[in-house]
Structures are given as C-alpha cells and as structure tokens.
C-alpha cells in the first residue's frame, strides 16, 4: 500500500537504481493488468500519468515509453482475449476463476450491453472493467479482427492521453510538487464509474 501511495517517489527511485530497466518494468505492469485476468487491481492509469510526469522532467524518453506501452496494452488486450475464448471453447465455468468476483463479470457485460463493441475502447478507462473487457468480449463472440480493431484504438487513446497528460502537467510546479495528491485524485476519479454502478445496483436490488 505505501508503495502504491508513494508512487511517484518509487518509480523515480526505481529509475535511479535500474535505469533503462524501468521500461521492462512499465512494459510488465501495463501487460499483465491488461493480459491477466485474475490482476484487475494494478494502478495503470497513475502509472501512465506518473510515468508521463517523470518523462517531462527528462527521466524517461516520452517516444519510447509511448511505444513500449502501446505494444504492452496491445499485447495484453490480446492475450485477454484468447484468454476468454479458450475458456468458451471448452465451456469451462468462469466463476471458478480465482481472484475474480462473478459481479466483476456482470458488470463488465452489462457494460458491454449499454456501449456495444466501442466498450473495448471506453473499458481502458475504468479499471477492472478494462481487464475484464476482453475476456468478456471472447466469451460473447466477437470477432478477432473486430476486436483487433477496438484493441489498437483504445491502446493508442489510453496511452497517449494519460501519458501526455502527465508529460504536460508534470513541468507545473504545484503538480510536480503535489504529485502523490493527484495520482490519488486520477485513482478517485478512475473508480467513481465502478462506485456509482454499485451503488445503482443497490438501489435497484
């Protein structure tokens, strides 16, 4: 928790210690939140923004930090789905997934209801959602090229607006100061969807 709190104080400490490492490690962190299922959890967007902060104050290369993202969010999405489709393939029970909760998969489907194939865009921006989105959408049968398409233009959305987000902001002095605070703040806004549909769904229940 401290390490999730103190972000942007870990990652620049990580960059002082390992260097060009540290694109391993962002490129990790974006595929396996957005490639394995049962790790919904990870802090993608604060990453992205932390990430594209640190960028502007000359740490990170902007280019290939964007690049190496791009491809992990790509990659991801895509594992996801095959992910979902092996598990339709062989019909296999989707609430023994460990980690997952049944009501993640309801919701995330629901969401699929409301917005269509675009979901796999919008799902970049709503955690758990956006991990759950692909497998879902491979259990509904979408079709891979279709999926491809969605898969590209979310990736390039999400990591372009996050990351110049934080590239841009980040040379602010009262961000650059009040960094911690506004990571916090972009981890607020990201779960509010996530909180006003549970609490819709307690209304309704």
Wanted: include cysteine; charged fraction near 10%; aromatic fraction near 12%.
């Amino acid at each position: 928790m401290a390490w999730f709190i103190h972000l942007d104080a870990h990652l620049a400490q990580l960059i002082d210690q390992h260097g060009d490492w540290v694109y391993l490690i962002l490129f990790l962190v974006i595929f396996i939140e957005t490639g394995v299922v049962v790790m919904p959890f990870l802090p993608g967007d604060s990453l992205l923004f932390i990430a594209g902060a640190l960028a502007a104050k000359g740490l990170l290369d902007p280019i290939t930090l964007c690049v190496l993202l791009f491809i992990a969010a790509v990659a991801g999405d895509a594992l996801n789905f095959s992910i979902g489709a092996w598990f339709k393939s062989r019909a296999l029970d989707t609430s023994r997934i460990p980690f997952v909760k049944q009501e993640h998969l309801v919701h995330t489907q629901k969401f699929f209801d409301k917005h269509g194939g675009k979901t796999i865009i919008l799902a970049r921006f709503v955690p758990i959602v956006r991990t759950l989105a692909p497998f879902v959408a491979a259990l509904g049968s979408m079709p891979r090229k279709l999926f491809l398409a969605y898969n590209v233009s979310g990736a390039f959305l999400w990591i372009g607006s996050l990351v110049s987000a934080g590239y841009l902001f980040g040379n602010i002095p009262w961000i650059s100061k009040n960094l911690t605070a506004v990571v916090m703040g972009i981890v607020v806004l990201s779960i509010l969807p996530a909180i006003a549909g549970w609490l819709r769904a307690r209304a309704t229940a």
